[in-house]
């Protein structure tokens, strides 16, 4: 299986960094987010990622190539400091398209189709991580094998923040929970439920057609969330529970959260924060 992540967006929650760094390249701890994301990938048994950026967005593949110059630089006391891109080289196959304006993350997915091909694929936003301690994307990949369908990640928000997410109402069938009903950014009275779609997906290879049959948005944008709602309406979509705490690195609340939790991980970032907190 292959994964898409979409990051060809503007990050503008996280204005003014975000100007000329891109939201996935912000650090968290020793390294950038999507770096994170293609290393759960890789947990999973993926072998090939397909990252969607922007045309300014160069600084992406730069930071996954290998760089001669600067192994040399480091030599044989210093190499180590590479070792988990090293590690990336020998197990994933990590391709870019470009996604020239940003119309949104159906867009971006129709930017990377010519990589994909038919075959059922995952998709991880390039600002979803969570805190967890065995790959989150792997359940929603077992609930895809057991029924077939295209399974989405999903997750109580609390009332207030509906209007920010795409909201799901699902029933328990045979095969899981069954999405029936899916609203992109509702208002709180239309919301069907507070159970949100985290940004973590495993569709199946016919979502194309569902994204050409989508609407754009007002803003000229196309969703991943209408494409959804048009196969909604002829194939079973199941949704996969995440109890994990999920780290919504978009805004900076999210993005120092995540920074905290990660350092919390580490015996020697533990230390300096247990000092800082005194």
Same mark, same amino acid.
């Given at each position: 299986m292959k994964i898409v992540i979409p990051a060809g967006g503007k990050g503008t929650r996280l204005l003014p960094i975000t100007k000329s760094v891109a939201k996935e390249m912000l650090p968290l701890t020793d390294r950038p987010l999507l770096q994170y994301l293609v290393e759960e990938a890789v947990t999973c048994g993926i072998s090939e990622a397909i990252v969607v950026r922007s045309p300014e967005k160069k600084n992406m593949e730069a930071h996954f190539a290998r760089d001669k110059k600067l192994e040399k630089l480091l030599g044989p006391q210093k190499i180590n400091f590479l070792d988990s891109l090293k590690t990336l080289e020998n197990k994933i196959k990590i391709r870019f398209a470009v996604q020239k304006k940003p119309r949104g993350d159906g867009d971006a997915l129709l930017c990377a189709k010519w990589k994909i091909g038919k075959k059922p694929f995952a998709i991880v936003f390039g600002d979803t991580l969570f805190d967890a301690k065995n790959p989150v994307l792997a359940k929603l990949m077992k609930l895809h094998t057991k029924t077939?369908?295209?399974?989405?990640?999903?997750?109580?928000?609390?009332?207030? *923040?509906? !209007?920010?997410?795409?909201?799901? $109402?699902?029933?328990? *069938?045979?095969?899981?929970?069954?999405?029936?009903?899916?609203?992109?950014?509702? !208002?709180?009275?239309?919301?069907? !439920?507070?159970?949100?779609?985290?940004?973590?997906?495993?569709?199946?290879?016919?979502?194309?057609?569902?994204?050409?049959?989508?609407?754009?948005?007002?803003?000229?944008?196309?969703?991943?969330?209408?494409?959804?709602?048009?196969?909604?309406?002829?194939?079973?979509?199941? $949704?996969?529970?995440?109890?994990?705490?999920?780290?919504?690195t978009g805004d900076y609340a999210g993005y120092f959260r995540a920074n905290l939790r990660l350092a919390k991980r580490r015996p020697e970032l533990r230390k300096i924060l247990r000092e800082e907190m005194k």
């Open positions: 077939g369908a295209t399974v989405v990640g999903v997750k109580e928000v609390p009332q207030k *923040d509906v !209007s920010r997410f795409g909201i799901v $109402a699902m029933e328990k *069938d045979k095969n899981g929970l069954r999405i029936t009903d899916l609203v992109e950014k509702p !208002s709180i009275a239309a919301a069907p !439920s507070c159970l949100a779609l985290v940004g973590m997906y495993v569709v199946t290879g016919d979502i194309w057609k569902y994204l050409k049959r989508a609407r754009k948005n007002h803003t000229g944008e196309l969703r991943l969330a209408d494409g959804l709602i048009q196969m909604l309406k002829e194939k079973p979509i199941y $949704a996969c529970p995440i109890k994990e705490d999920w780290l919504d």
